[in-house]
């Protein structure tokens, strides 16, 4: 199994846009929902956003509703999440998740990409 692989972290002002993806491969992508973490310096790491592996439902904490908008592209292997408006609140490591739940209960973790939202 090859762990999701998130990209497109960086430095971006209060107010601007940035694009994350992961890539998941080695597993059936499709059946797996995929959410975004995220974690900030000496805090708790929380959940972000997600989509499901069937309808495509999305859910978002209240802190980035309306800004933020998860989506998947089940040919490319890829979940992304398009972040807008951005503020420096935003600012931690955020982290991709595939979960699997069946008869088995699969997690599988990116590494985390850092996201700076500072002028």
């Known amino acids: 199994q090859v762990q999701p692989v998130e990209s497109g972290g960086g430095l971006v002002q209060p107010g601007g846009s940035l694009r994350l993806s992961c890539a998941a491969s080695?597993?059936?992508?499709?059946?797996?929902?995929m959410s975004w973490y995220r974690q900030a310096s000496g805090k708790e790491r929380e959940l972000v956003a997600a989509i499901t592996s069937g309808s495509g439902t999305t859910n978002y904490a209240d802190s980035v509703k309306g800004r933020f908008t998860i989506s998947r592209d089940n040919a490319k292997n890829t979940v992304y999440l398009q972040m807008n408006s951005l503020k420096p609140e935003d600012t931690a490591v955020y982290f991709c998740?595939?979960?699997?739940?069946?008869?088995?209960?699969?997690?599988?973790w990116g590494k985390g990409t850092q996201v700076t939202v500072s002028s």
């Open positions: 080695g597993l059936t992508f499709s059946r797996y929902a």
């Open positions: 998740n595939a979960n699997f739940r069946g008869y088995r209960n699969l997690d599988y």
